[in-house]
């Protein structure tokens, strides 16, 4: 069975750090990319970051500089490594990864909660 399984979310106060992963269960073959999104009530899911073989990472505006994108491409797994939060990182965060017959597969959500 394919699944994304996510971990690590909690609360932090604002300026903390938080890392979260994801391991990809179940996918025939390489995987060529994996992303974390985000998402609030109301809003629509944002992209934070991807990560693609033996390419390099990328960013939104709103974390570069702060966030960390990591690959273990042999545990099929990806980390979202995050420093200096906000309060507006608050969020649930989705890992994201495509088979190789293209079918787009979501994990259920770790949430983040920056807060004092």
């Known amino acids: 069975q394919v699944q994304l399984v996510e971990a690590g979310g909690g609360l932090v106060q604002p300026g903390g750090s938080l890392m979260i992963s994801c391991v990809a269960y179940?996918?025939?073959?390489?995987?060529?990319?994996m992303a974390w999104y985000r998402q609030t009530p109301g809003k629509d899911r944002e992209l934070v970051a991807t990560?693609?073989?033996?390419?390099?990472?990328d960013y939104a505006d709103s974390v570069k500089d702060r966030f960390t994108i990591l690959r273990d491409i042999g545990a099929n797994r990806v980390y979202l490594k995050m420093q200096n939060l906000k309060p507006e990182d608050t969020a649930t965060y989705y890992c994201?990864?495509?088979?190789?017959?293209?079918?787009?597969?979501w994990g259920q959500g770790t949430q983040v909660t920056v807060s004092s």
């Open positions: 994201n990864a495509p088979s190789v017959d293209g079918r787009v597969f």
């Open positions: 990560i693609a073989d033996g390419g390099q990472p």
């Open positions: 179940g996918f025939v073959g390489r995987i060529n990319v």
